[in-house]
């Protein structure tokens, strides 16, 4: 969409990356191998993005259910998380990326999280794109660990329990900081949202795929923004309330 009107960009995309071990199997690999290949997916969409002016995009690496996964597909994917940070975080840095790790992070093991810190604060100072990936996340952990805070502040003294309110509370959510977001988009075929960004979603335009992941390419994307910009979006007003009749 070179050339497109900014306001039919979306701001903020999340992506549900979905498809890697079905497209290993009908492959005759093993799941790490779908894995692995959806690393070039991920470039593709950060490429894209980069290109098309999208200010921040969230990706659902690793779920909070998916510790539950055999023990040997959870430790490739831990690998793989090493390998992409040693070879990736400084391509990202030099094209002005900023690189953050969003959810429970102590669930990993201290060598893993502190490469997570180092890239974070390596690409801190850049503003052109923020990729935000989702790992040990879920979106109903989010709303937990922001009541939380607000259970805390209201401990301290900082504020009272009828002042929490919906704006309030977002501000302890992940992502508080960025632009709402605007496009979810889940591949693979499976059509629901599986616990990613429940409270950022509310007004969300939603994106369902058949293409698996490691096939998702900039093509891809640029399909699914030109989906979302013939959408009207209303956010509870009336069609003659976005657009008025000349």
């Known amino acids: ?15 549900v990356m979905d498809g890697n071990g079905r497209w290993a199997k009908a492959r005759h ?16 969409v950060i490429e894209a993005c980069l290109r098309e002016g999208v ?12 510790w539950q996964r055999p023990q040997e597909e959870v430790g490739a994917l831990m690998g793989l998380f ?15 990326v900023r690189l953050r790790f969003i ?9 893993l999280r502190e490469r997570m810190q180092a890239a974070m604060a390596r690409t801190a100072g850049n ?22 805070q607000a259970a805390a502040a209201v401990a301290r003294g900082e504020l009272r329990a009828d002042d929490i309110d919906e704006a309030r509370l977002g501000r302890w959510m992940s992502l508080a900081e960025l632009p709402p977001l ?49 959408r009207e979006r209303r956010f509870g007003r009336t069609g003659e309330q976005v ?3 000349s």
């Open 55 to 66: 200010k921040a995009l969230t990706l659902f690496a690793f779920s909070s259910e998916n």
């Open 1 to 15: 969409m070179p050339g497109a009107d900014v306001a039919q960009v979306p701001r903020h995309i999340a992506i």
């Open 103 to 111: 959810g429970n992070l102590d669930a990993f093991e201290a060598n």
């Open 182 to 230: 605007d496009l979810f988009i889940r591949t693979g075929g499976e059509c629901r949202i599986s616990n990613f960004l429940l409270w950022q979603v509310a007004y969300a335009e939603l994106y369902f795929t058949d293409t698996l992941w490691p096939d998702f390419d900039q093509a891809c994307l640029r399909r699914a923004i030109e989906d979302y910009a013939r």
């Open 29 to 44: 690999r093993p799941r790490s191998f779908g894995h692995n290949a959806g690393r070039k997916a991920v470039r593709e």
């Open 82 to 96: 090493v390998r992409a940070l040693d070879k990736e975080v400084d391509e990202l840095h030099g094209h002005g």
């Open 127 to 148: 503003d052109r794109l923020q990729v935000n990936i989702a790992v040990s996340y879920g979106g109903r952990w989010d709303i937990v660990q922001a009541s939380r």
């Open 243 to 245: 657009t008025p009749v």
